[in-house]
């Protein structure tokens, strides 16, 4: 079972800057997790965000392509989301997902990941 939390929400004005962290722990196989960042605003479907696989590839949805930035450091099974020049539309709960080995490159947006954490909040303010 792994458990996921994630931290460094906040509330920022437009054109600032978020760092998001997502913590897995009680993962004790062998193979590297692969990991995503997803976004929920309310009346909205949930977006994928970005994501690492396992091996350690990035993936990124259309629209923050550019302006965000994920990394995964696998000694500590941390997930990291720069996320720059933000908008009003960025504002959203993101969570944060994982899988044991996957490698679903650009189809992360769809993949079904079995773990999740508990979100932490963006607000943007323009």
């Known amino acids: 079972q792994v458990q996921l939390v994630e931290s460094g929400g906040g509330s920022v004005q437009a054109g600032g800057s978020l760092r998001l962290s997502c913590v897995a722990s009680?993962?004790?196989?062998?193979?590297?997790?692969?990991m995503a960042w997803f976004r929920q605003a309310p009346g909205n479907e949930r977006e994928g965000v970005a994501a690492?696989?396992?091996?350690?590839?990035?993936s990124y949805g259309d629209s923050v392509k550019g302006r965000f930035s994920v990394s995964k450091d696998d000694a500590q099974n941390t997930l990291h989301l720069q996320m720059n020049s933000l908008q009003p539309e960025d504002a959203a709960m993101y969570y944060c997902?994982?899988?044991?080995?996957?490698?679903?490159?650009?189809?992360?947006?769809?993949?079904?990941?079995?773990?999740w954490g508990q979100g932490t909040q963006v607000t943007v303010s323009s």
């Open positions: 690492v696989d396992s091996g350690g590839r990035t």
């Open positions: 009680g993962y004790t196989g062998g193979g590297e997790l692969c």
């Open positions: 997902a994982a899988e044991v080995e996957c490698w679903p490159a650009d189809d992360f947006v769809t993949y079904n990941y079995n773990y």
